[in-house]
Structures are given as structure tokens and as C-alpha cells.
């Protein structure tokens, strides 16, 4: 309903509805052929009609061209319905002119299936109507299950998505084609019906939501929703159709709308204070409905709409938020900015709610008309990204290197082409889609360099690592969340600013357990890759989880014509480059030491292999080498070499107290060990545990810190460390 704020103060609220598209007049026209050339065929005239309303000067010729080569193409075909086919192509191009689409995109509509369903050919429409519109002809056409097979439903939208990425119009067509087939699905078995809403569901929708076309995204909800959850759709229309009853009051009385007598006074108050405002009430889709129902368990008269409020400027969205809660209580908590940090799919508008004098509390939009447009058909509003001017449907302007930037282009449709290049299988791809696709916000971090990088909500340093370097991200060592030290395994949040840092070893590889932590399509599937393609360290990585000592890094290979012989030749080195005061009988063998116990000379020692031939040196009596003993694990003979620099890991046990930190690291200093890494556990019962990993310069002057750390006042404990040491 709206309620201009200038208008007399009696001014009826109006609920706006979406136009309906009469497939029965589009039947009987089509049916009577084409007519001629010297004006528009009545069949198309709505579509020029709501074209013109968006782009009045817009060339219908080619419209006019467009629609005769697709009748005459489609003329004898018929739709499961039994009406003739080119109401479908028709019904899609006026939705597409409803939302304001260019003149280029409702043309390629006009004849998206004449090349898939027709004796038309590509060459033809290049010919006829220019390289564009041939693009997203092609873009949308659908691959033969002759020649893919089950693989052909996966491999299209690969294809569709491949082409959105050049174009996004090309995903326009295609949500317009699924919404007419959804509103015409009840002709079809009810088996496909399901089959088609569930691929609507993980995949039509959540694209549409990504590329900001609301105003079909929630029809394409109700539609499923109706057809995969029956009951709960009947329950939901009951609710509403109860609702609009008492809205309109029993028996000619008067109406019982609280969201109506809310709108009536914010409409009341915007023009008191001389702001030029429209006031719509926003019925709620039936999807919407439900979830507010789940979410507060009982309905309330003003859960089934929400107040719109439209604007000129900017400044007007937050001159109306001010009066809006100034003259009325506002429930601070729903309040939300998307107008200074507008959604990842281009959604901008103010979010807040108010309680009516009644109590009433009514959620509100506040946005401007451009706004709107945007939020109602989103990459749709914006016309032809390449041409100069939109809307009018012209050709684009290629820069001087052939390849277009495409300004629409979000970071997700980016993330997608970049991991789908990574998953040739079509069941990967599938299944990897649909997982993609579920995630529905964003966040942006920042890098060290000055750089972004988008990503999904949740994801996590590993996340970060391939998003950033590719498979270069196999040898990340760790990261810096915000200046600080933190796991690989990290969340990431809105705003962080993360570092990076990789070993220098381009031998190094994954962990299994990165798995646990990434997110994205594009991490999952590299380092899955990664194993596969080296089944000898995940086979490792079994049996060092089954033995409790992790995971080890992937060893440095050694180079041609450097092996070394059983207790001769160069060093062995650890994976992180520190050289490793051991020696194994093992030709070529690379040795690390173990970080569950960091053993030192002169410990008793023993070794077990490892991913790629690498030898794993343990003290005796740690339990790691323990377990490995108890499952078979055949280890290895270890010797001391001659070299006096160690790395250790010392747990500090202590009372909390201030000073303490500083008190340990000194005393740390003043033994000449450096520290390689520390991590300070939060206090439990006044109690504080410290694990540093410490760089040596003599292993016989280990006894000697310990016993130092332990002079430490509040300390009570130094010890070797028996587990993994996790650093942050």
C-alpha cells in the first residue's frame, strides 16, 4: 500500500502486488501467426509495452525480428500443456522487460530455445542479430543427453556458469526460464516436479539470491516450497488467508490491519516533517511467512507484511530512520546498515523495526527508488555492463587487450570459475556446486599487501591460503590474524587482516587435517588433490593418527647426486630447514625431529618412517613412540651426531601473577635460547601453563634453563613437552 508523505492526510494505503503474466491470451495470439512487418505482432505488444516503461527509447525492431524468427522456428510445437510453445519464450521475455531487462537481453530471450529445440543455428543468430546476442543464446542452451548422458544436467549449468562469468545475463535468462517452468510444473509427473524443485532449490535460488533478483528469487522459493513441502505450504496459505480476512474486517466493519494503522501514522509523521516518502506495506512471501513462524513460534498481525518506505536521495533513508525513532520506540536490536555496507549480491536499504502505539511492532524498510529497482531485479537493473550506455541494448566496448571486464561480476562468481577449473569430474562439480551455493554470506580480509580477498562466512585461515597463492598455498606454515600468530585452523572474521606465511621448502604439502578446516570449493578440492596425487602421505597420515603424533610435514626431497650414506655425507635436515643433529641408517633418508617430545642429545632416541621416506626421530619413552610400537610400526635405529645446536619444547607450569611472562622470557634470554614459538593457556583456578619452543645454541645447557625457569617465582614446574605443541 502506499501513502504519499505530501499527499492529503485521508490517502489510502495501497499493497502493491507483481503482474501476472495471462498465458491463455498469449496462447490465442500466437496461435494466429505472425502479422505484418509494419507493426508490432500483438503477441509481443506487452512486451514492448513493459519494455518502453523501463527504456522508453529503446529500438523494438529487433524485437519485432527476434519474435518472428522464434514463432516461425517454434510454429508446430507444443508445450506438455498443450499450449503452443512460443508462449514459453515469450513468457520469459516479459518477465525479464518487467524487471527491466535491455533490449539485447529480452532479444537473446525471445530465441533461447529456437537453437536447442529448433533447426536454427548459432551461425544464424550471429548473423542476424550479432555476436551478443549469439553469446547468450549459447550461453543458456542446454548440452544433448545423447552425447553427456547422466552428465549432461551437471556439465550445463558448468557451461551456463562458465558463460555468466563473461556475461551475467546470461544466469537472467535463465532464471526467467525456470521461473515460467516452475509456474507450469503442475503438468508434469510428480516425480520431475520434485526432481526440478530441488534443483531449484540448491541451485536456481541460491544464484538468484547471489545476483541480487529477489523478485524471483522468492517466487522460485513459494514455488517449491509448495511442491516439496505440501502441508506445510497449506498450513502457511491458511495462515495468510486468515490474516488477510481479519485485515479487511468482519462483515463490512472496520479493517483490523495493525500493519495498515502503523503505516497510516509513519506516513502521518514523514509528512509532518516534510520529507517526500512513499509508504508501501510489503506482504511477506509464503517462505517468509513460515520461517518468521518458526522463528517466533506464534504469528502476530504485523509478522505477515513489512512497511516499505521509498525516498529520493541517500540522506532521505536516514532523515526517515531519525524521525522513525524518534516518534516511535525502536527495537534497537533489528537495526541494520546495508546502506553503508550494502550485501555481497549489490542489496542496499535500512533495516529497522518500530513499536505502534498499540504495541504493534512493525519491521521497516527504508530505500530509495534506485535502491528498489536494484533489490527488486538486481544484476537485472543495471542493463548491458558493457555497452556505454545501458539499457539500450548496444554492443560492448572492447578494451585494447580483447578481454572485457565485467563490472557485475561478484567475488563468488570468481571463487566458482576459478574451483570448477580444479573438478572435471561432473559428480565433483555437482555435488561441490551445491555445497558452494549453501553458503549465503561473505566476508572480506584484508592482506598485508593492501590487497582483499572475499570469502565465505566461516572460512578459515587454510581458506585464505588458497585464495591467495593457489596450490602454492601446500606449503603454508602458519598465519597472522590482525598482527597475532594463529593456527592454520582459525576463523576468519569481516575485516581481518591476515599474513600468510609459507615455508621455504616447495617440497612441503598439506596437512589431512586442513580438511577439517576449509570451507571453500577451491581449498577442498587442492588439497584433496594433493593427496591423491601423493597416496603415500595420506596413507602416513593414517597411521600417525592411529599412533597419536599428527600429522607430519611432507619432508624436503634431497637433490640428484646428494644422498647421503648411512653415517657419512651431508646433514640431514628437518622439513622446516633447521638441521637435525641425527643420523639414520637410511640412504637419502631426510630427518626431522619430532615436535611431541623435541628430543635433544643426549635422549635416548628411536625413529620411525614416515610420508615420503622421512624419518620422525622420538625420545624413547614418548608416548607417540609408544603407540607406534604397539601397532606395528617397525622403528628405526637413531644416532646422535656431533653438532651441539637442539630445539626443544619446556611446559612451564605456575601461578598467575603480574610480571610473569616478562619474569620467563628473561630468564629464557639470559640462557642464550631463543625462542621459536609460545603459547600462554587461559588461567584455570589461578593456574597457568607456558609452552615455548626454544632454539639451543648446546644441548648441554638444557638442564641448566629448566633449572633457571624454575627459579622463576609463581613458576612450580619446567618439563619436557609429551604432546604436540600448538602454536599461536
Keep these: 500500500m502506499s501513502a504519499e508523505a505530501t499527499s492529503p492526510p485521508d490517502a489510502p494505503i495501497r499493497r502493491r502486488g507483481r503482474p501476472r503474466i495471462d498465458l491463455r491470451r498469449l496462447g490465442r495470439v500466437a496461435l494466429l501467426g505472425p502479422t505484418s512487418r509494419d507493426r508490432l505482432p500483438d503477441a509481443i505488444s506487452h512486451v514492448a509495452e513493459a519494455h518502453r ?22 510454429r508446430g510445437q507444443t508445450r506438455k500443456s ?23 537481453t529480452l532479444t537473446a530471450s525471445l530465441l533461447h530455445d529456437t537453437v536447442e529445440d529448433t533447426d536454427v543455428t548459432l551461425d544464424q543468430v550471429r548473423e542476424q542479430f550479432g555476436k551478443e546476442v549469439c553469446y547468450l543464446v549459447d550461453g543458456v542452451t542446454k548440452l544433448e543427453k545423447v552425447d553427456y548422458g547422466a552428465a549432461a544436467e551437471p556439465e550445463t549449468f558448468r557451461k551456463m556458469l562458465v558463460a555468466t562469468g563473461d556475461d551475467v545475463r546470461v544466469m537472467s535468462i535463465k532464471l526467467a526460464d525456470r521461473l515460467h517452468n516452475m509456474r507450469t510444473l503442475g503438468v508434469m509427473r510428480p516425480e520431475k516436479q520434485a526432481r526440478t524443485a530441488r534443483v531449484t532449490r540448491d541451485v536456481l535460488i541460491p544464484l538468484a539470491e547471489r545476483l541480487g533478483v529477489q523478485a524471483l528469487k522468492t517466487e522460485l522459493e513459494d514455488l517449491v516450497f509448495a511442491i516439496l513441502h505440501p502441508e506445510e505450504y497449506e498450513h502457511t496459505r491458511a495462515l495468510i488467508a486468515a490474516a488477510s480476512e481479519r485485515a479487511a474486517g468482519p462483515d463490512g466493519a472496520s ?192 592482506r598485508t599487501d593492501g590487497g582483499t580477498l572475499g570469502l565465505p562466512a566461516g572460512a578459515s585461515c587454510v581458506d585464505a591460503a588458497y585464495a591467495q597463492y593457489g596450490d602454492d598455498a601446500h606449503n603454508c606454515i602458519g598465519a597472522r590474524v590482525n598482527g597475532r600468530l594463529a593456527t592454520l585452523g582459525t576463523v576468519l572474521s569481516d575485516g581481518d587482516t591476515v599474513q600468510l606465511l609459507l615455508a621455504e621448502d616447495a617440497a612441503s604439502g598439506p596437512s589431512p587435517d586442513w580438511l577439517d578446516h576449509a570451507r571453500t570449493p577451491a581449498a577442498r578440492i587442492a588439497i584433496t588433490g594433493w593427496f591423491d596425487a601423493h597416496p603415500e602421505s595420506a596413507e602416513d597420515s593414517h597411521h600417525d593418527r592411529a599412533a597419536g603424533s599428527g600429522p607430519e610435514p611432507r619432508p624436503r626431497a634431497v637433490p640428484p647426486g646428494k644422498a647421503a650414506e648411512p653415517g657419512h655425507g651431508p646433514r640431514p635436515r628437518e622439513a622446516d630447514g633447521r638441521t ?53 610400526r617397525v622403528p628405526v635405529e637413531v644416532s646422535w651426531g656431533d653438532a651441539a645446536e637442539c630445539r626443544v619444547t619446556l611446559v612451564a607450569e605456575s601461578f598467575g601473577r603480574p610480571r610473569l611472562l616478562a619474569d620467563l622470557t628473561e630468564a629464557i634470554a639470559t640462557a642464550d635460547a631463543a625462542i621459536v614459538s609460545a603459547t600462554v593457556e587461559p588461567p584455570s583456578e589461578q593456574r597457568v601453563r607456558h609452552t615455548y619452543t626454544l632454539q639451543l645454541p648446546d644441548a648441554a645447557g638444557l638442564p641448566a634453563l629448566m633449572r633457571a625457569m624454575r627459579d622463576v617465582p609463581g613458576v612450580y614446574d619446567v618439563s619436557r613437552a609429551q604432546h604436540p605443541a600448538a602454536t599461536v
Excluded at 537485472?380 to 554492443?395: H, S
Excluded at 625413529?607 to 610400537?629: K, W, Y
Aim: charged residues 20%; proline residues 7%; glycine residues 8%.
Design 82 to 104: 498443450g499450449e503452443p510453445y512460443i508462449t514459453h519464450p515469450l513468457a520469459v521475455t516479459l518477465i525479464l522487460a518487467q524487471l527491466g531487462a535491455e533490449t539485447t
Design 53 to 74: 516503461a523501463h527504456h522508453p527509447d529503446a529500438d523494438l525492431s529487433i524485437l519485432h525480428r527476434a519474435y518472428v524468427l522464434a514463432e516461425s522456428s517454434h
Design 580 to 632: 637435525a643433529n641425527a643420523v639414520v641408517d637410511r640412504p637419502d633418508a631426510t630427518v626431522r625431529l619430532a615436535g611431541c617430545c623435541t628430543p635433544v642429545p643426549p635422549d635416548a632416541v628411536t625413529g620411525f618412517v614416515v610420508r615420503g621416506g622421512a624419518v620422525t626421530v622420538h625420545r624413547l619413552e614418548c608416548p607417540a613412540a609408544v603407540r607406534m610400537r604397539s601397532v606395528g
Design 255 to 446: 479493517p483490523q490491519d495493525p500493519l495498515a494503522a502503523i503505516a497510516e501514522n509513519v506516513a502521518t509523521v514523514l509528512r509532518e516533517a516534510d520529507i517526500a516518502a512513499e509508504v508501501l506495506i510489503r506482504p511477506r512471501h509464503f517462505v517468509s511467512v513460515h520461517r518468521v513462524g518458526i522463528k517466533r513460534g506464534e504469528l502476530r498481525g504485523t509478522d505477515f507484511g513489512r512497511l516499505l518506505v521509498l525516498v529520493g536521495e541517500d540522506a532521505d533513508c536516514y532523515a526517515v530512520l531519525g524521525e522513525l525513532h524518534t516518534c516511535f520506540t525502536p527495537v534497537i536490536s533489528e537495526f541494520k546498515d546495508f546502506i553503508a555496507a550494502p550485501k555481497f549480491n549489490l542489496y542496499q536499504s535500512l533495516h529497522t523495526a518500530v513499536v505502534g502505539p498499540d504495541g504493534a511492532v512493525a519491521e521497516v524498510l527504508i530505500r530509495t527508488h534506485r535502491m528498489h529497482k536494484v533489490a527488486e531485479a538486481g544484476v537485472i537493473a543495471l542493463g548491458n555492463p558493457y555497452a556505454a550506455e545501458n539499457g539500450t541494448g548496444a554492443q560492448a566496448a572492447e578494451p585494447a587487450d580483447g578481454e572485457r571486464a565485467d563490472p557485475t561480476r561478484p567475488g563468488w562468481l570468481s571463487r566458482l570459475l576459478a574451483w570448477q577449473q580444479s573438478a572435471p569430474d561432473p559428480d565433483t562439480f555437482w555435488t561441490t556446486l551445491r555445497a558452494d551455493l549453501a553458503q549465503d554470506r561473505e566476508i572480506t580480509v584484508f
